[in-house]
């Protein structure tokens, strides 16, 4: 079945599957930016050479414009703590080799006017993107190493991996939808996401149980902790150590699953009702790709739980 590609009528990507590597925190971007930068280096030292063509940097950024001599030290502009401490909003998106939808991207958002103890419900965002075909070279074992170590560098409240189903430029949701929404729906093991936006409402909550789940301190504590939440998730899922919280493992590779012939993931389930009491779910930024079908992104939202 993978990988997946779906061309638009212009020949550019619609819909393609890859691994997404996420984090949110809730804190002012020029105190996590340090840590995104070691983040952008080892993505920089992971992926092979000759796949950056695109960049979007700024927050008044529309289009992505070709990678040049000068677009990594923009980026790492972004990133110089001084500076961003100088601006709201910080941000940037690099990526290859196609322009939308590429299978490589390191995408990063955030704002200063972000705080833990802030009663507005928007956080920051880091978000990789690596192709499945490079995934399947560097292996499950050696993406999870690759994660972890990002972890150690940011004091996320929560984040995951995941087998995905993505779709390119903005105006193309809806079209993409058409395809993402029913593969989604029979593969529970696929994640769907709009993160630029579902950062608007997440708070400190997670995007529910993907293959590897991060959850910081924080979210460790309100479900009771780690020895509380390895007696209730199945024994072959695995919690490891993720910087300052944990991960959890269900399974030893990403698995899609498929309703239609009953494989419905029962680690993603034990996962799922553990962590169900911080999960967000009612994320209407999803809605465009479920053609604002509320009924069926409430039944991909709950996939593992109903």
């Known amino acids: 079945m993978l990988p997946i590609r779906h061309y638009d009528s212009d020949g550019d990507i619609l819909v393609r599957d890859g691994l997404i590597l996420a984090f949110f925190l809730k804190q002012p971007f020029h105190k996590m930016a340090p840590g995104i930068r070691h983040a952008f280096d080892a993505w920089l030292a992971l992926i092979p050479e000759g796949n950056l063509k695109w960049a979007m940097i700024g927050a008044n950024a529309e289009i992505h414009k070709p990678f040049n001599s000068r677009t990594l030290k923009r980026c790492f502009d972004q990133l110089d703590p001084q500076k961003a401490r100088k601006r709201n909003i910080s941000s940037f998106d690099i990526q290859g080799k196609d322009k939308y939808n590429a299978g490589f991207c ?58 995905a189903l993505n779709f390119g430029y903005e105006s193309a949701a809806w079209e993409a939808g058409k395809l993402i929404a029913p593969l989604a729906l029979r593969h529970p093991g696929f994640d769907i996401n709009n993160n630029q936006y579902s950062r608007f409402v997440l708070d400190r909550s997670c995007r529910g149980a993907r293959w590897i789940t991060f959850l910081g301190p924080h979210l460790t504590e309100r479900i009771g902790g780690k020895q509380s939440l390895k007696k209730k998730i199945d024994p072959g899922a695995e ?32 996962v799922a009702a553990a962590i169900e009491g911080i999960s967000y779910f009612n994320d209407s930024s999803l809605k465009v790709l479920f053609n604002e079908d509320e009924d069926k992104l409430e039944k991909w939202e709950r996939r593992f739980l109903d």
């Open 239 to 270: 919690i490891m150590q993720a910087g300052n919280g944990i991960a959890i493992r269900a399974g030893a590779e990403p698995e899609i699953g498929d309703l239609n012939r009953k494989q419905d993931l029962p680690l993603l389930k034990s």
């Open 106 to 163: 390191f995408s990063t958002v955030g704002s200063n006017d972000i705080h833990e103890d802030s009663a507005r419900s928007a956080t920051n965002l880091l978000e990789i993107r690596i192709p499945t075909e490079f995934f399947q070279e560097l292996g499950p074992d050696g993406f999870i190493r690759f994660g972890l170590t990002i972890s150690e560098f940011l004091a996320y409240d929560s984040g995951y991996a995941s087998l």
